[in-house]
T-cell receptor, first 114, second 111 residues
Framework: DAGVIQSPRHEVTEMGQEVTLRCKPISGHDYLFWYRQTMMRGLELLIYFNNNVPIDDSGMPEDRFSAKMPNASFSTLKIQPSEPRDSAVYFC????????????FGDGTRLSIL | KQEVTQIPAALSVPEGENLVLNCSFTDSAIYNLQWFRQDPGKGLTSLLLIQSSQREQTSGRLNASLDKSSGRSTLYIAASQPGDSATYLCAVEGNTGKLIFGQGTTLQVKP
């Protein structure tokens, strides 16, 4: 089992640039989640999908953030334009529809906006 | 609004000690409670999941308890080892299916 795969692992870019984070969930999982982790705010849910359909995006901080899931094996989180306060570790997780099964997390993308 | 608090924020113990990590939550209307482990530079790994109807779950040296009415959970680690050093996160899942996380307890087990 390859687990949840995220890319890139690290991203450093200048303010104003577009940033795209990528995620490949575990095959067969029904749900995909995007989280952001910072020292100040901890781990926060940004958006989640069920069978490729966005269900709840209430955690997306601003219109600068957007997420897509074009198929069951791929999702992107895009920030345009990026700002220094977007610097954080972004995690993707996936799970089965059975809520008694836990979410499986990728190793995250550490994003630094200069 | 659900809030999850973990105490202490950090803990350092000598190898071999038994220890307890605490988690409290403000809204008792939860579907389940989960404990995760996070190693530096890594994602979260699920340790234990307790359904709202359950009182505890055990896996090896780990035991997690849940008292939904008082809004509390504990993670008990027996005979701690240096390899247990990590950050431990508690999360509650409400009826919306969303996980709300605590800030975590960073554990260091000294050889």
């Amino acid at each position: 089992d390859a687990g949840v795969i995220q890319s890139p692992r690290h991203e450093v870019t200048e303010m104003g640039q577009e940033v795209t984070l990528r995620c490949k969930p575990i095959s067969g999982h029904d749900y995909l989640f995007w989280y952001r982790q910072t020292m100040m705010r901890g781990l926060e849910l940004l958006i989640y999908f069920n069978n490729n359909v966005p269900i709840d995006d209430s955690g997306m901080p601003e219109d600068r953030f957007s997420a897509k899931m074009p198929n069951a094996s791929f999702s992107t989180l895009k920030i345009q334009p990026s700002e220094p306060r977007d610097s954080a570790v972004y995690f993707c997780a996936s799970s089965f529809a059975d809520r008694d099964q836990p979410q499986h997390f990728g190793d995250g993308t550490r994003l630094s906006i200069l | 609004k659900q809030e999850v608090t973990q105490i202490p924020a950090a803990l350092s113990v000598p190898e071999g000690e038994n220890l307890v990590l605490n988690c409290s939550f403000t809204d008792s209307a939860i579907y389940n409670l989960q404990w995760f482990r996070q190693d530096p530079g890594k994602g979260l790994t699920s340790l234990l999941l307790i359904q709202s109807s359950q009182r505890e779950q055990t896996s090896g040296r780990l035991n997690a308890s849940l008292d939904k009415s008082s809004g509390r959970s504990t993670l008990y680690i027996a005979a701690s080892q240096p390899g247990d050093s990590a950050t431990y996160l508690c999360a509650v899942e409400g009826n919306t299916g969303k996980l709300i996380f605590g800030q975590g307890t960073t554990l260091q087990v000294k050889p």
